[in-house]
């Protein structure tokens, strides 16, 4: 069992940047794929980014060119670099784990971009 925590949320202008972090616990961490997915009030959550454990990432169109996901496996860490930030980037961040059946939550991150 892996358990995620958030954190590297703010308030940022527009075109600024912030890195989020996700610190995991837990055994066998480097197994698990790693996302980072978001969600406004009134929306589903939508995955923002993906890393597996062999390295390879997958993004959602619109943050495609601004933000990079990377993962330290021997910190237990996943970052979520993001720059040129919009507006429409407003929401709570969560972290994810999965492997197999299990899938993991953080409590999420509020990131605000005001214009």
């Known amino acids: 069992q892996v358990r995620v925590a958030e954190s590297g949320g703010g308030l940022v202008q527009a075109g600024g940047s912030l890195r989020l972090s996700c610190a995991g616990s837990g055994s066998m961490f480097e197994f698990y794929v790693m996302g980072w997915y978001r969600q406004t009030p009134g929306k589903q959550r939508e995955l923002v980014a993906a890393v597996t454990s062999a390295g390879e990432t997958n993004y959602a169109d619109s943050v495609k060119g601004r933000f990079t996901i990377s993962r330290d496996n021997a910190k237990k860490t996943v970052y979520l670099e993001m720059n040129s930030l919009k507006p429409e980037d407003t929401a709570v961040y969560y972290c994810?784990?999965?492997?197999?059946?299990?899938?993991?939550w953080g409590q999420g991150t509020q990131v605000t971009v005001s214009s």
């Open positions: 994810n784990a999965k492997w197999g059946g299990a899938v993991f």
